[in-house]
C-alpha cells in the first residue's frame, strides 16, 4: 500500500517532529526524551496529572489530545506498539503537579507492562500514580469477562471525562472514580471493510473479499465475531447497536453520548449515515443523545470502516462531556460563550 | 469500492439527516429545502451573512464549517455537483442580516451559474450579495491565467478569514476585501495516490499505477501536471513547494499559514510527516510559520493524497486567521482565553 513517508522506521519520529512543530502552542517534545509529548504549559501545581497512551498509528489519539481540559501528556510508541516505560516516565515526571497521575489507555498486554513498570518507578520517586484501563470493545470477550475487553474508540470519552474533572481540579481519586465510571458505561463495536498497512511491511493487515466485511475486528486486525457480506449501512448500524444493547440495556429516558468513529480512509458522509440509523434507533428507545461525536478519534492508520459507542450519562459525566477542551486535533467550547 | 451507505442516491440527503442530528447545537436544516443548511442561530442583524457551498463529498467542507466566527449557511449539491439555484436562494434569505450576503465557493462552471442565479433571484428581493471565486490550485492554470483557476484546500482559508471579518462585524465591502486579499495570497498544490469512488457508480474516479503518484490532481479527479514514480515524502513535499513558491515566491521575514489536507483515506502521521518538511523548507528561506493547519479540511471521498497550501498574511489576515471559531468539524479557540 502506497504511503506518504521517508524511512518506515523513521514514520514516528518523523510525525512527531512535525506535530510538535505544527502545534507548538499546545504541545512540546520533552528533550530528554522525543517519544515524550506534553502540554506547552508544564505541569499545573495542585493540578492531577492526565496521562495517555499508547502505540502510533491511532491518530490524533493519543497525543492529539493534550491540551485544556484534556490530555497533559502522551508517551509514544512505535506503530501499534506500546512505548517502553522510560518516556511514560518522562511524561509522568513531567505532567505531575503534586496532585498525582492518572494513566489511561486500551488493555493491551504490552502497554499494560510498560505502563505498570514506569508507574513503579515514579512510585520510586513518590509521583503517586493510579491507572484505569479502557475497555470499551464488547466484541472482545464475553460479559463475564467484561474486565479482559480491548480499549479501542471509547478511550475517547473515558480520556474526555476525566481530562474535563482533572480541568476542574478534583483530587486523585475522583479522576480515577470518573474514569472507571466512564469506562464502566460505555460500549463499542466495530466494523472493518478493509485493511491497513504498517509502514514497515506495507502488507494488508487483514484480508477481506471485494464484498466483505468483519464486525468486532480490532484496531490493529485482531480477529472479530463475525465475517460476512457487506450490507446496507442501516443493516450495519443495527448488528453494531443490537450488540452493544445486548451487552447494556439502553431504556426510555436514558441520557447518552454517542460517537461514530471512522477508523481512517471512511469518509465522513458514511459516519453521518451511520449515525442517522444510530440515532434513529436510540430515539426508537426513548432515550435521549445529548452529545454526539462524528469523526475520526481513534484510528488504524488507513482502515476503512468505523465503531460505534455509546456512553450511558449521569449528571456529572454529562457535565464533564460538555466541559470545554482546547487540543491540537479536538476541540470543544463552553456552551454559550463567544465563539 | 466499499460504502457504508443505503441506496446510492440518497447519500447526501442521509448524511446531512445526520449531520444536523448530531450537531442540532450548530446547525439546522431548513423546513422548505433539505439541501440547506444554516446556523441554528439564524440571521444575526447587522452581520453581514458568509454562504459558502459547493457539492458534496468534499466533508467536512462546505457544512461542516457553519457556526461562530465561520460560515452561516451552506447549500449542499450532489457527490461532486454544485447545488442547484433553489438551495442557495433559501440559504441566503435565511442568513441576510439585512448587512448583505457573501458568496463563496471554488470556481468550477456548474457552481458559478447556479451561485449566480441565486444571486440574481436574491437582488430582486433586495438582498445585497457578492461573490469571492476560490483560485487556489496552482496545477490548474498558468500564472497568466491565474483567475481561471480552480478552488481546492485553500477555501478553507479564504473562508476562515472572510468569516471572521465578518464576525467582528465588518461590512460587506470588507468582508469581500477580505476575501480576495486571502485568495490572491494563497496558493495550493496537491499530490493524489490512490482514487475514490462516486456512490452511484462505485468505480474509481482514475487509475494509478501500484508505485505511482500524480501532482495537480483536482478535488474531481481533474487530469494533474505530472505522473510518475511515487517518491519518498520529503521529496513529494518538496516538488508541492517549489510549484507553489515559483508561483508565489517567499522571502524571509514573510509570515506565513501552512494548510496540510488530507484528501480522505491519508492518515494524520503522513500529513505530519510531509508538514514537518514544508516546515524546515519554510524555515530555511527564513520565513515564519505564523499558524499551522494539518488535517481533512476539504476531502475528496476516500480519495489518497494531500494538498499543501501556503497563504502569505499581513496583520490583518493574522488575526483573522486566529479568531476563534465555533463549528460542527472545526473549531478553535481565542488564545489566553480558558479552554
Redesign the interface.
Known sequence: M?????EPNA??D??????A???A?HVKVLPQNKRAVVCAGGARPGKVGVVIGGG??H??AFM?LI???FADGAPVGNVFASPPPAPILEVTRAVNGGAGVIYMYGNYAGDCMNFDMAAELAAMEHIRVETVLVTDDVASAPPSQAHRRRGIAGGFLVFKAAGAAA?RGYGLEDVVRVARKTNDAIRTMGVA??P?AVPQTGKPSFVLG??E?EIGLGIHGEPGVERGK?R???E?ADALLERILADMPVESGDRVA?L?NGL?????????????RV?QRLAELGAH?HR?F???YV?S??M???SVSVLKLDDELAELVDD???TP?Y?????GK??
Not at 518523523?14 to 506535530?19: H, Q
Not at 476541540?331 to 456552551?335: D, G, L, Y
Open positions: 502506497k504511503k506518504l513517508m521517508n514514520v514516528v518523523e510525525m512527531i517532529e512535525g506535530y512543530a505544527a502545534y502552542r502510533s498509528g491518530e490524533p492529539g491540551g485544556r481540559g480541568e471493510l478493509t491497513c471485494e464484498d466485511m457487506l446496507t449501512a442501516d450495519v454517542v461514530i481512517g480512509s471512511t469518509p465522513q458522509m458514511e459516519l453521518f449515515i451511520v449515525y442517522r440515532a443523545i454526539s462524528v469523526g475520526e484510528t492508520l488507513e476503512g470502516g468505523c470545554p477542551a482546547d486535533m476541540a470543544q467550547h463552553r456552551e463567544e465563539g
